[in-house]
Each structure stands twice: as C-alpha cells, then as structure tokens.
C-alpha cells in the first residue's frame, strides 16, 4: 500500500511539474505578445513588403490590378451604352457614370490612406478607454498587467501551484484560454490586413450600381474586426475592476468568465455589428451569409 501510495505521489508530482512549464511558458511566451497582438494601430501597415504588395503607385502591386479593373468598367459601361440604343434598354447617364468612376477612381487610389485613417480613429478611441482605466486604477489596462494580478491572486507560493486543486484547475483554465485567445487574435490580425489589401477593390465597387453591394460587406466586415478591440478594452476595463481575493472562490470563477467573454467577443461584436468571424471553420459561412443578405 505504501508503495503506491508514494507512486502516486511521485506521478502527480511529474504531472504538476509538466503543467507548470506548460503553463510559466504560456505566461512568459504569449502574454507580453497578446497586448501588440489584439490592440491594433497603424504600425500593422508599416511593412515594406506589405506596401509593395499594396501599391506604392497607381502603377504597381494591387493597385495596379484596380485601376485595370477601372478601365475595364469603363469599356464595359461604353459597350453597353452603345448596345442600348439597339436593345432599347436603360442605362446609367453618362454624366452620372463619369461622376461616380472618377470620384471612385480616386478614393481607390487613396486606398491606404483611407484605412490607415479608418485604423488611427479607432484606436484612438481604444487607447481613450485604456487611458480613463489608467487614471482609475493607477496602472496599464493591459493584458500583461491583468495577468501578474491573476498570478498575486491563484498562486498560494512563489512557483508553487498543485493542478489537480481547484486555484490549479482555474489557472489551468484562464493559461488555455489566453492561448485560444492569442489564436483568434492572430487570425484577426491576418484578416485585418486581407481586408485593407482588397480595399481598392471594395472601393471601386462603388462606381456601379451592380457591385456596390460588395464595399458594404467590406467596410462591415472591416469595421467590425477593428472594433474587437474596443470591446476588448472595456472588457479589461471591468476585469481590473473586480474585486478578485486570493481566498474568494466567487471571484476567481468571475476571472474565468471574464476570459471566457474574451474568447467570445467575436461573436458579440458581430450579433451587433455583424461582419466576420475568426474562428477558421466559421468565417467563409459568415461572408457567404453578409453577401446573400445583401442580394
């Protein structure tokens, strides 16, 4: 009996030896990454190589590919407007037309400049919450910061945590749902620069009555990626606000609910806002749902 008795013991130590590089890895690994990760400024476009593929001019990159396409609607329009007198249907004036393709025309080429904007007023009002939380509480509303709170709260000594109790099983649960979360946020990342990467095109939809339909799904689609982050500042917001007590089981379950909404806040922003999602199995039913909506 004394025999296994020390076994299990000697078992459940290597496994709370395992668990506890798994989990000082996440911690050191992840969470000094999560905060450039999720609260996004106009440093995301600053790549060189992103700016090459974008289009330094008209004449390069997508860019190039767009004011093609633009000529291309123009020789289109021109075709159906000659064949109208034939078929006698109805077309767009053609005052009206060149109106619409050179305003267009030009805000696509002025493509980079617009979401660049788009992105500096959003974070804007992303870092103003973070900032009314710093006058608050006195410290960054910042993952990292949220995080050297949590390990003050579950860990009873310094490198010291049993994962079969239940402070291990809540850090257990709140590490994994850091790294889901670093997950998600990188495949926003990813989307957020797609999306700026096709903006000429969602742009020059606009020119045309038949395409337009496409730039609404775009900039929702857009606007609500951004506005993640928002969310997520609010969230932090009211987690640093919560009274969490390392002897208080209520408060920590409030920690663990906090993150679960985190996890979640993909899809409360689109029940609002609509838009796509960053799990990778539900994001082309999304924008197949966005665009049938709109035919």
Known sequence: ????LNIANIVMNILNFLFFNIISSIDYSIYSSLDKIVFIDNSILNSPYFEKIFGTSSTSGILLIANAL??????????KLLLSNFAVTQVEHPLSFLFRIIFFGICMNCSFFICEQIINLNSALCFSIKDVGKDIFSTDICFANLVNSLNIIIYSEQNSLNFFSID????????????NLFFSYSVRYILIKIFILISPFAIL??????SSNFCKIWFKCFMSL????DFVAITLLL???LPFKSNDLISKFLFVACIYVLTKSNSYVREFLGGISTEVQ????TFKTNFNSYR
């Open 70 to 79: 633009l000529i291309g609607f123009v020789l289109f329009y021109t075709i």
């Open 239 to 241: 987690m640093f606000s």
């Open 226 to 229: 951004l506005f993640i982050q």
């Open 168 to 179: 291990g099983i809540i850090k257990s649960l709140i590490s994994f749902g850091f790294f």
């Open 282 to 285: 539900n994001s082309f039913n």
């Open 205 to 210: 939809s606009l020119s045309t009555k038949s």
């Open 1 to 4: 009996m004394f025999d296994y």
